[in-house]
């Protein structure tokens, strides 16, 4: 069973989903088996009793002419529910295969099934199939095949997209490589990819359709005026509302009950497929007292320092003493574990470690910005000697504003993509610095100076998407001192750009810290960055701090286990130019 | 002289973002040779067209000019899926997510090059699949889980293991361990660099860090902006950068010492006249590409594309080192002798 | 900005081109005898004959396009079999109605499905349990129930709204707003739901963008980050979906104009349907198109203006 299936499953027995699914049956059983279930004749009519409320012999009540509505409404839906099976069989004919060959061979195939699609897109459903009704007279097949062409339009989309987005995955490459037949590819790795997009689009088609005849029923057009069928009955109740509201409520349920049931179903398993994003309010700084009670025995891994001992207070920028975040259950390691460190004032403080050793977490909580679901236990983030963890919302944006700034890993996505460099850095600094318009300009343009580019006005007016991977960073290191911060904060600055441009941010990251007196707390995974910038740097693994000293020492002479491996790994050119590559060494001993 | 395994000749390849806009040279006439056992590295940054090279290589992307030859024969304008058999490529992806199928279960991963060679019952297939796995460091009970249930350096172990399943001529590594942790990368290194040792398969290792290059391969190519700069043994090319340019990415790769740092960094300084800022995104229509940012540069290296002149056993595309266009040809000569 | 434009004006017009001949030959080729349909069943075939010459149908099918076609360039729709007055007449007269409606609806449901997908994703919780739920409901109500319902509550109930009936534009601009509001809602409800599903799922998708991170550490206010950028960079997605949602209201307008009285194109198009009038409800197809084309081209215009990664490749 394939991974969408699974997903598809569990989607569908959602307790909302299941209760849906269930109505979709129990209509769908009630109008097959109109024949038996109905209490009445819908075609019977009682002229004594008309448009009555529900009553014992009438449970739904009566129409204008003392039919019986529940009668009615039970013979109303198949012919509605069955005919909006062709529009959706239509659109899937058409859709599926022209999609699948769009996306897979793309080029000009794909070109000229977009644009057949945007002249479908042209056409409003409704309109046209009108028109089918004024020549054929009525004919509901034809009508119902002509707004399944129209419609095709957007299932063709779903699978182009579903199969092109299959298409360029590396496994399918890896796939061709090993010269997997064409067919092969497709039945394995591609139309599974279509299944799930499909089976939502198709429920939301077919909701869709089903409304759509039931307006035309209602229009008094493709259904014979003598069957009774949903949208006439809500004509018929329209038509005597005045005299007697009651017969709108039965036929308002039986529609928007069945149209609900196959929407909820369809967003149930579209959530089941694209997992369903809970949205993600802006992290919270403040820690969770009651969390941190019950996680009171986790003893921190190094011995906190003793802020009493003045010295270390006075010295330090920013000092963090046994720090605990947690992401998961209360029961799950902690992301970060007992975290104490302590930058001095105008020192460059290196965090390294692997993936997942808590370095950027660490790091990010110094600005209130541990991503949720991370929640801060213990601990104390003292930045002149105020403790951020214990600021309100407005304490520390005043904090963010004008003490630290950010730069992060992805220079292009840490810029907003909708504003041009200069948009935003003037935004900031009339923000921060309280600038008028005028002299925010000015400032910009000196601070892009500032950050080493020669042609500030010309990268004021681009967007991020037009700057390349190095003039990104420097805009965002320029976005960083808009504050004029006392402490900058990198989570990997350097870490998406080519080595050539990488040391130039260093350079410049370097002369920004002197000429500014700038405490600097770098994040990298890499130890020739840290071994270029940092005075002194702090080892982390599984959340901990498992070495701290100076930069020259713990990279020389490593004192802990974990840190030897962790410089021995790492691939080098040393300084003769002699290659002590890792792999040979090994292989030769 | 017998044929290498894998000989490129000045291959190009050009494609069109939109169809508005100019056409982009990503290959500009590569030349390069593999042998059988030879671990032969492509290093570049970005935009120096390395991945582009490995697609065309692999017959996943069309190459526009110059001929590719595998094991003897020219294969340059056979697509991926329907090469015809004969020498085996295999290929390593960068991401080692997106790489294996999430839907299917890493024996049925590694049984997919296995069809294709035919010949093979489910139980010998079964035998191997478990060997491959244990072979790449993983258990054989492996085979029946999928792919989400392994972490980023096991996945890429799946990987290869996919990718030596048919005992390839030549496996193509495309950033094969650039997502990976530097412990895990040091040991996704060394398994490379022993399978390659025992079953003498060829492998093209392309990444963007010079350092992760010089720890596996025998000879670089280096990569800038399409254009091979300079080729040679590993050993010789860093001992001596001769290209500004391989100079250049030599000492901008920062090493784990802050001592022997700071001296690099100085030397460094001198290596490049222009930084990234100043220099456009533009390669130069003629020229060398390099010339914007080279400290060497002189009159010819903007008129006239630099041959690969043959500089012991490297080629070095660099006016410097041709005798009839540098201005002191011996002086450069006699820095390698 | 002004080249794309002019790109996408350029491709709209082939669009149309295609558009109007298969309206053509959807209304010639679909099985149908016109003239039989306006005699009734009790025509002789001397009287059809007649009639088709008449009409010109016995002209080859090929010829009659032509001059059809050549006739639309010069902005003629041809003339309505049965009242014999221009289609275009009849069109301009009845086409601001329904595009009103399906206008105002648009607008109404851009402001409340904004509203609540941003309250959805940045509350989260309650807040956005309601809105899931008021918004697959919303999309469950057919239009024509519910506007009957508005009818009857307005028109009988609560009688603060004129629950009926049309004042144009000209004569008074409270009266015609004061007429459109319910159609406005019974045609707009159905967009509610999507325009708020996909601004919450766009708003919840940026918040987690880096960006936002950014703007956070620089110490902005959370008003400003969301009404400013979120929103700025998430208006893409919804104003594809806005767009679609007018398409659909032009149809919705279509069906509920009969029971608000309202004399638009639908109504006209139902009579033309009902008595086979096949020029004009040719003409109220091409009309149909041109304004779905127009919209297409002003979204992507909007979508481009918003977003400079589209406006600038």
């Known amino acids: 069973m394939t991974a969408q299936g699974d997903a598809i499953r569990r989607a569908v027995t959602r307790p909302v989903a299941a209760i849906s699914l269930g109505w979709l049956v129990v209509i769908s059983l009630a109008c097959a088996c109109a024949g038996w279930l109905s209490p009445h004749d819908p075609l019977a009519q009682d002229l004594s009793t008309t448009l009555s409320g529900p009553t014992s012999e009438y449970w739904l009540g009566t129409d204008d002419l003392g039919r019986d509505v529940l009668s009615r409404l039970l013979h109303g839906g198949s012919g509605l529910l069955v005919t909006a099976l062709i529009p959706v069989g239509v659109s899937v004919l058409i859709g599926v295969p022209v999609g699948l060959l769009a996306g897979y061979l793309r080029g000009p195939v794909d070109t000229l099934a977009n644009f057949a699609a945007d002249v479908l897109f042209a056409m409003p459903g409704l309109v046209v199939v009108l028109a089918v009704a004024a020549v054929t007279d009525n004919n509901i097949t034809l009508m ?33 490589v090993s010269r997997l037949p064409r067919r092969r590819i497709l039945a394995r790795h591609i139309l599974p990819n279509l299944a799930g997009p499909l089976t939502v689009q198709t429920f939301i088609q077919y909701s869709g359709t089903f409304l759509f005849l039931t307006s035309l029923s209602f229009l008094g057009l493709g259904f014979s005026p003598e069957t009774p069928s949903w949208g006439q009955l809500t004509l018929t109740a329209a038509h005597n509302m005045y005299v007697n509201p009651w017969m709108m409520v039965p036929v308002g349920f039986a529609l928007t009950s069945t149209v609900l049931a196959l929407n909820l179903v369809g967003f149930a398993i579209l959530r089941g497929l694209t997992g369903h994003r809970r949205p993600r309010s802006a992290p919270r700084p403040r820690k969770d007292r009651r969390a941190a009670h019950a996680n009171a025995d986790a003893s921190p891994a190094t011995r906190p320092l003793r802020l009493a001992d003045g010295d270390i ?46 370095k950027t977490t660490t790091a990010l909580a110094v ?63 009339r923000l921060r610095r309280g600038l008028s318009r005028k002299a925010a300009s000015r400032t910009a343009r000196d601070l892009l100076r500032e950050v080493g580019l020669r042609t500030p006005d010309v990268v004021a007016t681009q967007y991020p998407h037009q700057l390349s991977g190095g003039i990104a960073q420097r805009v965002s290191i320029a976005l960083a001192l808009s ?3 006392q402490i900058l904060v990198a989570d990997e600055p350097t870490t998406a750009l080519d080595v050539t441009v990488q040391a130039e941010i260093l350079d410049l990251l370097r002369r920004l810290q002197s000429e500014r007196s700038m405490t600097l707390l770098l994040v990298s995974h890499d130890l020739g960055v840290v071994a270029d910038l940092c005075d002194r740097v702090a080892v982390m693994a599984d959340g901990r701090i498992v070495e701290e000293g100076t930069t020259e020492k713990v990279l020389t002479a490593p004192e802990h286990a974990y840190s030897r491996q962790l410089i021995q790994a790492t691939p080098r050119l040393n300084d003769s130019n002699e290659i002590t590559s890792l792999g040979r060494e090994r292989k030769a001993t | 002289m017998t044929e290498p395994l894998l000989a490129v000749e000045e291959l190009a390849v050009t494609y069109r973002k939109s169809w508005r806009s100019s056409s982009v040279r990503a290959v500009d006439g590569v030349s390069l040779g593999l ?23 692999l017959g996943l992307t069309k190459s526009t000019a110059g001929s590719i030859r595998f094991g003897g024969r020219d294969v340059t304008h056979e697509r991926a899926g329907s090469r015809s058999s004969g020498r085996v490529l295999q290929v390593v992806f960068q991401d080692p997510f997106s790489s294996l199928n999430p839907a299917r279960t890493v024996g049925s991963i590694l049984s997919e090059p296995l069809e294709m060679h ?90 963007h860090d010079l350092a992760v290059v010089a720890a596996i391969a025998h000879r670089v190519v280096v990569l800038y902006q399409g254009r091979v700069m300079e080729q040679g043994p590993c050993r010789a090319i860093l001992a001596s950068p001769l290209h500004p340019y391989t100079r250049a990415l030599e000492l901008s790769s920062p090493v784990p010492d802050p001592a022997a740092q700071r001296e690099r960094r100085r030397r460094r300084v001198e290596a490049l006249a222009a930084s990234t800022v100043e220099v456009s995104q533009e390669v130069p229509e003629v020229g060398c590409p390099f010339a914007p940012r080279c400290p060497e540069a002189f009159s010819a290296c903007w008129t006239s594309r630099p041959k690969d002149n043959a500089v012991g056993d490297r080629t070095v595309a660099c006016h410097l080192y041709d005798a009839d266009l540098a201005p002191n040809p011996e002086n450069r000569r006699n820095e390698t002798a | 900005m002004l080249r794309l434009a002019s790109v996408r004006l350029a491709l709209s ?139 009857l509550i307005f028109a009988i109930k609560v009688p603060v709204l004129p629950a009926t009936g049309y004042v144009p534009v000209a004569s ?142």
């Open chain 1, 144 to 176: 119902a095949i002509v707004f399944g062409v129209l419609t095709s339009g957007v299932t063709y989309r779903v699978a182009r997209n579903a199969t092109a987005g299959a298409r360029s995955m590396p496994y399918v490459d890896a796939a061709l």
């Open chain 1, 313 to 358: 207070a006075n010295q330090s920028a920013l000092v963090i003493e046994d720090l605990q975040i947690a992401f998961g259950a209360a029961d799950e390691a902690l992301a970060v574990a007992g975290v104490s460190l302590a930058v001095r004032k105008g020192e460059a403080f290196g965090l390294v470690g692997e993936s997942g050793s808590g």
């Open chain 1, 367 to 429: 600005l209130g910005l541990v991503p949720p679901p991370g929640r801060v236990l213990a601990g104390q983030i003292l930045l002149d000697g105020q403790d951020l963890l214990a600021l309100g919302e407005s304490g520390l944006r005043e904090v963010r504003r004008h003490k630290i700034g950010l730069i992060s890993q992805e220079p292009m996505v840490a810029l907003d993509p909708c504003f041009t460099v200069g948009s935003q850095l003037r935004e900031l600094l």
């Open chain 1, 483 to 485: 504050g004029e911060p």
């Open chain 2, 35 to 57: 042998n059988s056992g030879e671990i032969v590295g492509v290093v570049g940054e970005s935009g120096s067209g390395k991945s582009t090279l490995g697609r065309a290589l």
């Open chain 2, 118 to 207: 035919g010949g093979m019952s489910a139980d010998a297939a079964n035998s191997k699949i478990r060997e491959l796995l244990l072979r790449v460091g993983l258990p054989a009970d492996a085979m029946h889980r999928y792919p989400s249930a392994f972490s980023g350096g096991q996945r890429q172990r799946i990987a290869i293991a996919r990718a030596i399943s048919v005992d390839p001529d030549l496996v193509i590594c495309d950033e094969a361990t650039s997502a990976l942790d530097v412990v895990t990368q040091a040991r996704m290194l060394e398994l490379l660099g022993s399978l390659s040792a025992e079953r003498r398969m060829a492998v093209l290792f392309i990444a």
């Open chain 3, 13 to 151: 017009v082939p669009i149309m081109a295609i558009v109007a001949t298969m309206t053509y030959f959807l209304v010639e080729l679909v099985p149908g005898d016109p003239a039989a349909f306006l005699l009734g069943s009790g025509a002789t075939s001397k009287q059809v004959s007649d009639l088709h010459h008449e009409l010109g149908l016995d002209r080859p099918l090929i010829d009659r396009f032509l001059s059809w076609f050549g006739d639309l360039l010069h902005g003629d729709l041809g003339t309505s079999f049965v009242t014999n007055e221009s289609t275009l007449t009849s069109l301009s007269r009845a086409m601001p109605v329904t595009v009103s409606v399906a206008l105002l609806a648009t607008i109404f449901t851009l402001v409340v499905g904004v509203t609540l997908g941003m309250l959805a994703a940045v509350r989260g919780g309650v807040a956005d349990a309601f809105v899931q739920w008021f918004g697959s409901i919303s999309m469950s109500i057919p239009n024509f129930w519910l506007a009957a319902v508005l009818v």
């Open chain 3, 172 to 313: 008074s601009p409270t009266d015609w707003f004061a007429h459109l509001i319910l159609p406005t809602i019974a045609v707009g409800l159905a967009g509610v739901g999507q325009v708020a599903f996909q601004t919450r799922d766009a708003v919840a998708d940026q918040l987690s963008r880096e960006y936002v991170r950014t703007l956070i550490a620089a110490g902005l206010p959370r008003w400003r980050i969301l009404g400013k950028h979120v929103l700025r960079n998430a208006s893409g997605p919804i104003v594809t979906v806005a767009s679609i949602g007018f398409v659909f209201a032009l149809g919705a307008v279509v069906v509920v104009e009969s029971i608000f009285g309202l004399p638009g194109v639908g109504t006209l198009m139902l009579t033309a349907v009902r008595i086979h009038d096949l020029p004009l409800v040719q003409g109220a197809v091409l009309m149909f198109c041109l304004v779905v084309v127009v919209a297409n081209l002003v979204t992507d215009l909007i979508v481009a203006a918003l977003n400079p990664r589209v406006r600038l490749t």
